[in-house]
């Protein structure tokens, strides 16, 4: 099944959805890819500096990871295509335009925005905005 490319109908459609729990992002300089999986990430990016992974709050603190910020994840519920133009930039000038920073991730089938978690009830009331 192919994602949805038409941006209006991706912006209509989206159907955001507040995750449960708070996520941190951390960096892994030295430990194996084992290490990695076991602290279950919900995503991964290899940097330079390291493995970039995002986690649940607890388990970060659980490792002795540091982290800065606390975030909440949305999930942009519509089938959205990688090949989609406009998409996550609508999404992330609207947070931005009210003062939200957010971190999209893409993947195969939604779109998942990270917004710090005091702000995550606004930003998903800013979102559904698109909806009507």
């Known amino acids: 099944m192919a994602g949805e490319t038409d941006l209006d109908k991706l912006l209509a459609l989206m159907q955001p959805k507040l995750l449960d729990g708070e996520y941190v992002f951390c960096t892994l300089n030295?430990?194996?890819?084992?290490?990695?999986?076991?602290?279950?990430?919900?995503?991964?990016?290899?940097?330079?500096?390291?493995?970039?992974?995002?986690?649940?709050?607890?388990?970060?603190?659980?490792?002795?990871?540091?982290?800065?910020s606390t975030f909440r994840g949305i999930t942009l519920s519509v089938h959205s295509s990688l090949d989609a133009v406009g998409f996550t930039a609508a999404v992330s000038t609207k947070l931005s335009g009210n003062g939200i920073p957010s971190n999209v991730i893409a993947a195969h089938y939604h779109d998942h925005v990270f917004v710090p978690a005091e702000r995550a009830e606004y930003a998903l009331q800013l979102l559904t905005e698109f909806e009507q």
């Open 30 to 68: 030295d430990a194996s890819l084992a290490d990695a999986v076991a602290l279950r990430p919900l995503a991964t990016y290899l940097e330079e500096e390291g493995l970039s992974v995002l986690l649940e709050k607890s388990q970060a603190e659980q490792a002795g990871l540091q982290f800065n």
